[in-house]
């Protein structure tokens, strides 16, 4: 059988019955003239057996020999499916509803798109009668499409399509941080001057920290740091399907290095780690207070500060398979000539593209300069409402409204004269804002709320929402689709401990 990706057959039945030959026989075959960024619908055609009849869309890049079709399971009721509940991509902005499918039927029968149905004339009983003889006589030898009643049945919600994109076609670039975990008491972070949702850089007085929170504390650990935790969050979307995220970081040749490894690689993320074997791994501890609600981060950047564009240049063969790229503003006061390098990667090679997760308020003003200098090569920009704000005003723009700022954003210097910049402020329990230098205004998408019950622990939410977006993202997915799946990625994480991941994932289209 031909791979999958090459030949995608759906079969949907009709459920009308009419005389017909007793073996498969070709009935007609034209050509449907439309395409999409994944594939292409090159012909259509009606099989009869019996009297159940087929309506068959071939979908490659290439015209395989018919007896290697691959006949899959669909749902007339629904739009067509594959495997019986996966989409079937027919458009890059979204699905073909049921009229779409109809229109099929439509090109399958007359060979020309439809038109709109005209008045019926008054006719003849001469002319009924002519009609009504021909009618007989088609039913041996076409069948007759669902009743109106029978296909506006609402159909039930979708999961999201599980087409796979292939292996490291989204490269991630950050710093790698071992995260260890615990519900830690008010006065232990109170001993080590930290308040809760601190975050900040261990410094001399935080040297005992961790020792004393393994010896004291229950703890978990998670592969994290911020675009770590984006890719395993992509790898969610995606099940036992391994590798589709490649990941670049720095980390020791120590323990706490095996361990983040085994635990990334265990999410199914490739990651390509430079060792330093002069430094121990980073990491990060993830203090818990007040049920959930408030997280005190600690990070000991180790090995994580210490990544060279060496490494880069002895990967290449990553980068060539990559056409998605993210990075974030934590690697901009590491190696603001790496970010670069994949930036500039992106303008040069034509469809590849660049995101930029600004990750923290602090990075517009204390690495204002190496931020600048990688901006204009941003395809996508997230950030929260206080980091948009803190942009703002490193800017000098007079710009009050999150709304304006955003558009501000989007529209500010872009190498990219095609598609523009798009910008993506998140603001917790608000509005998502959508900023598309191409378009005029903003959009806005609401967030929907979890009880306050419910949450255990905000860290990661933002990490999440990116890896949400992504997920379908590279997939092809319209943006209104990338921002639902990257607020239901963010919801389910604040419903975990750390940046983890409930072992399903429910999300619908």
């Known amino acids: 059988m031909i791979p999958f990706v090459e030949r995608i057959v759906a079969v949907l039945h009709l459920t009308k019955v009419f005389v017909g030959p007793k073996r498969p ?36 890049s290439d015209h395989a020999a018919e007896e290697e079709m ?5 749902l007339y009721e629904n739009e067509v499916g594959l495997n019986g509940t996966d989409l079937l991509r027919l458009s890059k ?19 020309s798109v439809p038109k709109k149905k005209a008045a019926p004339a008054a006719k003849s009983s001469s002319t009924q009668s002519n009609q009504s003889t021909q009618s007989n006589q088609s039913l041996q030898s076409k069948p007759q499409p669902k009743t109106p009643t029978q296909a506006t049945a609402k159909p039930p919600p979708k999961e999201a399509p599980k087409e796979i994109p292939k292996e490291g076609l989204l490269l991630g670039l950050g710093n790698p941080l071992l995260d260890i975990l615990a519900n830690a008491k008010p006065e232990f972070l109170k001993k080590y001057g ?7 850089m261990a410094g001399e007085k935080h040297q005992g920290l961790v020792p004393e929170l393994l010896k004291e504390y229950k703890v978990e650990y998670s592969a994290g740091g911020s675009v770590q935790n984006s890719m395993r969050c992509v790898q969610w979307f995606f099940g036992q399907n391994p590798n589709i995220t490649t990941y670049f970081g720095c980390v020791g040749d120590d323990v706490y290095g ?13 990651v390509v780690y430079m060792v330093d074997k002069d430094e121990t791994t980073g990491v990060c501890a993830c203090l818990i207070t007040n049920n959930g609600k408030n997280r005190s981060l600690c990070a000991f950047l180790g090995a994580s500060i210490k990544f060279n564009v060496k490494h880069i240049a002895d990967n290449t063969t990553h980068l060539d398979k990559a056409k998605y790229f993210l990075t974030s503003g934590y690697h901009l006061a590491v190696s603001v000539e790496s970010a670069l390098n994949l930036a500039q990667h992106c303008q040069k090679n034509e469809g590849k593209v660049f995101a930029f997760a600004l990750s923290a308020a ?10 600048l200098q990688i901006y204009p090569y941003i395809d996508y920009m997230f950030a929260s409402e206080t980091e948009g704000r803190e942009f703002s005003q490193m800017m000098g723009w007079e710009a009050s409204e999150l709304k304006d700022i955003a558009i501000k954003m989007a529209q500010h210097e872009s190498q990219n004269r095609k598609t523009g910049r798009k910008v993506i402020l998140t603001q917790g329990k608000g509005n998502v804002v959508l900023a598309d230098a191409k378009e005029t205004g903003i959009k806005e998408f609401p967030v ?3 009880p306050e019950k419910n949450i255990v622990d905000t860290n990661g939410a ?24 990257g607020n239901y990625a963010a919801s389910e994480v604040i419903q975990m401990s750390g940046c983890n991941f409930p072992k399903q994932n429910k999300f619908r289209i």
């Open 362 to 371: 602090y990075i517009c003003t204390k690495f204002s300069k190496e931020l």
């Open 25 to 60: 026989e070709r009935l007609t075959r034209s050509q449907f003239l439309y395409s999409s960024t994944e594939t292409t619908v090159h012909s259509l055609a009606m099989e009869t057996t019996g009297s159940e009849a087929s309506v068959r869309l071939y979908l490659s």
């Open 258 to 270: 095996k361990k983040m490894e085994a635990k990334a690689k265990g999410d199914g993320v490739n």
């Open 93 to 111: 902005d979204g699905y073909r509803k049921r009229q779409q499918l109809r229109d099929t039927f439509n090109i399958l029968y007359n060979n």
């Open 462 to 485: 933002s990490d999440a929402f990116v890896g949400g977006f992504l997920a379908q993202l590279i997939r092809g997915q319209p943006i209104d689709v990338c921002i639902k799946s």
């Open 194 to 200: 930290l308040w809760p949702n601190d975050q900040i």
């Open 70 to 74: 691959l006949p899959l399971e669909t």
């Open 448 to 450: 929907t709320p979890i």
